[in-house]
């Protein structure tokens, strides 16, 4: 069990720190929202995305830098060590969670 009183994230914090570890190089705020509505389907606010990404920071769980392109700069973001073990602790609590629990949820379904 965790003793970070960070653990567990929450669900939308869970999903933006993943994906800005997809993302890697390219962990920029619009590439952030990209990810998550590639695997999730779930269509995300960039204002939410930046605000939740801003607490990951504030919580020390992301670092930001700017970065010059083309254009304007722009917010690079990146997992801290903290934030990888958060994140990793989030998921074997959840996984925990869950253990046993696939099975009884298929044996509802099938009775449907």
Aim: glycine residues 8%.
């Amino acid at each position: 069990m965790s003793t970070d009183p960070l653990v567990p994230l929450g669900v939308l914090e869970e999903q933006v720190l993943v994906a800005v570890l997809r993302a890697q190089e390219e962990a920029y705020g619009m590439e952030v929202r990209r990810v998550i509505e590639l695997a999730t389907g779930r269509d995300l606010a960039i204002g939410a995305v930046y605000a939740t990404l801003d607490r990951l920071e504030q919580k020390k769980l992301l670092t930001s830098r700017r970065t010059r392109g083309e254009g304007p700069t722009r917010r690079q973001f990146a997992l801290t060590a903290r934030g990888a073990k958060v994140l990793m602790e989030t998921r074997a609590m959840r996984e925990r969670l869950w253990a046993g629990a696939l099975e009884l949820l298929q044996l509802r379904v099938l009775r449907t």
